[in-house]
């Protein structure tokens, strides 16, 4: 089995600690996995703010770049999701097809194609975990708290496949963190409320560690914490996972 | 046709005259989409064992109260206990009408603004929500109800069903001209969420479940 | 310049605590629904019926409207047609001059909010009674109500008990909201009662039968319907329902998802107007047989107006109800909006983290959040859209479907920083009011990759993409 590794632009940007983790984790899992070197970006950023009509060249790149994969990853649900729902092209749609059918989100990939159950990882501390809307709602990661269903979730099955992990609970469950792409500086006002109280609901409830399946709100979180000098870490699940972090000092 | 008929079809016809209606309904029928079905309502049989529970748990949490009565004394026994201080009293059920004082008139149903207890009776409850259903045909003007201070229902148990579905299968094609379904007192919660009995209709409603 | 949602919102959040406290309120209101829903163990499939049975209505609605006029006609209302909220105002003056009429009692209806009856009506010299206790309180605050089921949701109790001092005489400084309740009872009955004419707004109504449903906890619609001579209801078409037995299904939906209760105090089923009364349904398009040709928006026809999505809305919650600056405010308010004027509300679908939250809670199964992106191609494609941020759309699209110039963007001085939203480090930077931006790292993980992997084989991209079936290779050990 081969993987194609789509890591997003900003994440290969800033936080290439999570691109790292993701490919380690997936190659200690035994899978053979290639980052094509050629790839920049899902349209994301254009197609939420109303511009999908400019993301075929974003589109077909992306094609060219995964077709032949057996199966496409990425550490992060809602770049998963754009490209699920929206990667199309007229000359090679039933290729852009196949590739929204295989494309997954690495918790997912973990826990629904490599079928894992068990992890080598320690990781002794207080976890918050952020369910990101498009993962959640989105790829359905976890069971929302609006719908009359019984609970799941992805993530944190995970999670607790690593030696130590304790994770809190929450007030509110599922709430959105106000990233939203570029919502996060045209509405930066909400945004930021949305954020803080995000934040202030892991904090509260003793978390050492805020972590999740998307960096996006995770960066957005990060932001705000950094500013209020809070000693809160924030780290990708993959961190965790791959168990490359087993002191937070 | 009377005069006063007449003026209303000039009035509606010069209103409708604009053919609105003619453009409305041809700009609806050009864009709807294509027929869809209409699915099957199922019943959903509820899952509590008990309805008279249920429906006393029910409208108690939404403010209402419940008295199990095996009779019709029982019911004035209680009424009258409860409202010792009520001037105008007007019950709609039969077997209760000793209970009724004041003012007996009802042709203006402004005139029945100072009834301080109404007692009516209902064909239909239902136990998932609290609710109780009654018609103008069971009350001498449909404001009577909701003008009074108090409310009282008298509910056979064996008019209980279980959920909303039921009773529309009870209600059936009745021919009303109004009929509600009443759940509790009347309420709101507008200021801060705060919530107060009593907003515009009765400050209490109390049903009795007999037989 | 009208201020946009995000200016709006800005405002409301100067007062930080005040947000809290409306988030709180409403977030609590959230947990009610789901308190609610959860007692009732086929709540979805309850979800998924009333959808069908509104899709049903949408394909089929003229046949049903024709029905519903016939049904009325024969039970002795009489039925308008407006085209635009403008006719509707017309005609609700015309049926008060035909009976001389210049004061009235109205209940909750945001089809007259959306028509702006109230200020025709003032402008023709009519004095108009909204009798909801929190539409009372925002009509003498001189305010549109922020929220369709709960009017006055911002306002606080001490504010209303100023309010009430100054209008109702209530003696300075009560806030109690037991004592203001009465004050409004006692005012409002003497109006119920003087009254002549009575507006009421509908929840449904049943094509089958001709009789329309009425949903209030105050009982303020059959206060004001039952004691005047002529009762008026005004609707929007979309509020057309099959038969009478699916009344079932709304109903067990429709209180419990908007504020937890089983079902609203009053559920009043008008169907004939009672002796020597007269009764008219006034029936509105405005803009709704257009949004029915729109197939990928004509969802947002079957809402039943429940407000369960204004309160699950994490931006609804911390934006207040007039940031929307439209008579229908959250995320269905933010959908349906751009359909009555593009220009004027094309900031709407972009006031939402596209997070979801809204269609989950919605009983008859809205795809809300998908209809917000939609709603932003057709506004970006439309020209509503400011053309800075078109032209920097355009150079994203360029550098981002072609490798060499993106990696050539992120050598110098990392492209991301400059179009992920935090450009620049300084205070003009909306990133950066609030939040710091994240630490550059040393090397990009692309960079790392090329160093330390350059010997993994790359995929043939200049290659015609061709169609591969996935291996059903067993993973490697
Ligand atoms: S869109 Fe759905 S949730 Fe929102 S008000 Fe309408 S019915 Fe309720």
Redesign the pocket.
């Known amino acids: 089995m081969t993987v194609g590794l789509f890591i997003p632009c900003y994440v290969d940007q800033f936080y290439p600690q999570v691109a790292k983790a993701t490919l380690s984790l997936l190659e200690k899992l035994g899978v053979n996995v290639v980052f094509p070197m050629n790839q920049t970006c899902c349209g994301q950023p254009m197609a939420n703010s109303g511009f999908e009509h400019l993301t075929h060249g974003c589109n077909s790149l992306f094609i060219k770049n995964f077709k032949d994969f057996d199966y496409i990853v990425c550490p992060s649900g809602s770049c998963t999701l754009h490209v699920k729902d929206h990667l199309h092209d007229e000359e090679h749609e039933e290729i852009a097809k196949a590739i929204r059918g295989k494309v997954y989100e690495l918790t997912e990939f973990l826990t629904d194609v490599l079928k894992v159950e068990k992890l080598d990882a320690k990781f002794p501390y207080k976890v918050g975990m952020h369910q990101s809307c498009h993962g959640q709602r989105g790829l359905k990661l976890s069971q929302m708290t609006e719908l009359v269903a019984p609970p799941f979730s992805k993530p944190e099955k995970l999670l607790r496949m690593v030696e130590g992990v304790e994770i809190i609970q929450l007030s509110r469950k599922d709430e959105c963190c106000g990233f939203g792409g570029t919502f996060c500086v045209a509405e930066e006002a909400v945004s930021v409320k949305m954020g803080k109280d995000r934040v202030e609901d892991h904090v509260s409830n003793g978390a050492q560690v805020i972590t999740g399946a998307d960096m996006s709100c995770l960066m957005h979180m990060e932001g705000i914490l950094r500013r209020q000098k809070s000693p809160v870490k924030v780290m990708h699940i993959a961190e965790i996972l791959n168990g490359d972090i087993e002191s937070l000092n | 046709m009377s005069a006063n008929n007449k003026s209303m079809n000039d009035l509606n016809s010069s209103l409708r005259g604009g053919g609105s209606r003619e453009r409305i309904l041809t700009a609806v029928k050009k864009n709807q989409p294509e027929l869809m079905t209409l699915p099957v309502v199922k019943n959903f049989p509820q899952g509590f064992s008990s309805p008279v529970e249920k429906f006393s748990e029910v409208l108690k949490g939404i403010g209402g109260s419940v008295y199990e009565v095996a009779n019709y004394t029982e019911v004035l026994h209680i009424l009258t206990a409860n409202f010792p201080g009520a001037n105008r009293i007007m019950s709609t059920v039969q077997e209760l009408s000793s209970i009724n004082k004041g003012d007996t008139g009802y042709e203006d149903p402004h005139s029945l603004e100072d009834v301080d207890l109404a007692v009516i009776s209902s064909p239909l409850a239902v136990a998932e929500n609290g609710a109780v259903w009654t018609m103008d045909s069971l009350v001498p003007q449909r404001v009577l109800p909701f003008i009074c201070q108090h409310l009282a229902v008298i509910v056979n148990k064996e008019n209980l069903v279980s959920s909303m579905h039921e009773a529309y299968d009870k209600i059936g094609n009745a021919d009303y001209g109004f009929g509600v379904f009443i759940a509790g007192p009347s309420k709101t919660a507008d200021i801060e969420q705060s919530l107060v009995l009593g907003a515009h209709g009765p400050k209490s409603m109390t049903v009795f479940l007999i037989g | 310049m009208k201020k946009d949602h995000a200016a709006l919102a800005d405002k409301f959040n100067q007062d930080e605590p005040r947000v809290d406290w409306h988030d709180e309120t409403l977030w609590w209101i959230r947990q009610k629904r789901d308190k609610a829903a959860f007692g009732i163990p086929e709540w979805e499939e309850l979800r998924e019926t009333a959808s069908r049975i509104k899709f049903n209505v949408l394909s089929n609605l003229s046949q049903y409207l024709e029905q519903f006029e016939k049904a009325a006609l024969d039970n002795g209302v009489q039925v308008h047609w407006a085209a635009d909220g403008e006719e509707h105002n017309r005609i609700v003056h015309s049926i008060l001059q035909k009976h001389g009429v210049d004061r009235l009692v109205k209940s909750k209806s945001m089809l007259t909010e959306e028509c702006h009856l109230n200020e025709y009506l003032q402008e023709h010299g009519v004095e108009v009674i909204d009798t909801d206790l929190g539409e009372r309180i925002v009509q003498l605050a001189k305010e549109p109500p922020s929220h ?2 709960l009017p006055c949701i911002h306002w606080k109790k001490e504010e209303i008990g100023e309010l009430f001092h100054q209008h109702l005489g209530t003696p300075k400084g009560n806030a109690d909201p037991q004592y203001l309740t009465n004050a409004a009872r006692l005012h409002l009955r003497e109006k119920f009662l003087t009254r002549k004419l009575a507006i009421t707004g509908v929840n449904f109504a049943v094509a089958e039968t001709g009789e329309m449903v009425v949903c209030t906890n105050e009982g303020n619609a059959d206060m004001g319907a039952h004691l005047a001579d002529v009762h008026i209801a005004c609707m929007g078409i979309e509020k057309i329902i099959p038969q009478r037995k699916h009344l079932g299904v709304f109903l067990r939906l429709l209180a419990r ?2 504020t937890g209760q089983p079902i609203t105090t009053y559920s009043s089923h008008f169907k004939k107007p009672r002796k020597g009364q007269e009764m008219h349904i006034v029936l509105v398009d405005n803009g709704r047989s257009r949004q029915l040709g729109r197939p990928e928006f004509r969802n ?1 026809l ?9 309160n ?1 809305c994490p931006v609804y919650r911390r934006s207040g109800g007039h940031s929307y600056h439209n008579a ?1 405010a ?3 308010g933010a ?1 349906l909006a751009p359909n009555l004027d593009m220009k004027k509300n094309a900031d709407l679908p972009f006031a939402s983290t596209l997070c979801g939250s ?1 269609s989950n ?6 795809d ?1 959040h998908d209809q917000l992106y939609k709603w932003r191609q057709v506004l970006v494609k439309d020209g509503y859209v400011s053309s800075a941020k078109a032209a920097s759309m355009k150079a994203m699209a360029a550098t981002l479907s072609n490798p060499a110039l993106f990696k050539i963007a992120g050598k110098l001085g990392r492209w991301t920083i400059k179009h992920a939203p935090f450009v620049v480090n300084n205070g003009l930077n909306p990133w950066f009011k609030n939040r710091e931006m994240p630490e550059p790292p040393k090397e990009s993980f692309r960079e790392w990759y090329q160093k330390n992997r350059s010997g993994t084989p790359q995929p043939s991209a200049g290659r015609e993409p061709q169609y591969k079936e996935p291996s059903k290779s067993k993973i490697p050990h």
């Open positions: 369709i089921v998802s908007a947002s079957k809402c039943i107006r429940c407000g369960a999505c204004f699950t229908v959250g995320p269905i959908i809204c809670v919605c009983p008859v199964k809205i809300i």
